[in-house]
Nanobody, 122 residues
Framework: QVQLVESGGGLVQAGGSLRLSCAASGRTFSTYSMGWFRQAPGKEREFVAA???????DYADSVKDRFAISRDNAKNSVYLQMNSLKPEDTAVYYCGAARRLKAVSTSQYDYWGQGTQVTVSS
């Protein structure tokens, strides 16, 4: 069992930056691929970024070159640095953990956090 807790969301102006954190419980964090997804009101949850246990990274086209995912296995944590934020980035951001090496869709994830709200004002 893995428990995930996100933090770092908030209100920011367009062009600003935020750094999201996700803290995981358990001693097997380093064996999971970790991902960030987001869900805007009335929309489905969508992939944002993922990092495998080997360090490979994947990004959605909409955030490539603006967002960066990283992990610190010693701290059981994964991070999402978000720069040049746009109003369309407004959503609840969720952290997920997956047992598979490459995980870019919601169905591939085994555990989820409760989410953290990110609001970007224009």
């Amino acid at each position: 069992q893995v428990q995930l807790v996100e933090s770092g969301g908030g209100l920011v102006q367009a062009g600003g930056s935020l750094r999201l954190s996700c803290a995981a419980s358990g001693r097997t964090f380093s064996t999971y691929s970790m991902g960030w997804f987001r869900q805007a009101p009335g929309k489905e949850r969508e992939f944002v970024a993922a990092i495998s246990w080997s360090g490979g990274r994947d990004y959605a086209d909409s955030v490539k070159d603006r967002f960066a995912i990283s992990r610190d296995n010693a701290k059981n944590s994964v991070y999402l640095q978000m720069n040049s934020l746009k109003p369309e980035d407004t959503a609840v951001y969720y952290c997920g953990a997956a047992r598979r090496l490459k995980a870019v869709s919601t169905s591939q994830y085994d555990y989820w956090g409760q989410g953290t709200q990110v609001t970007v004002s224009s």
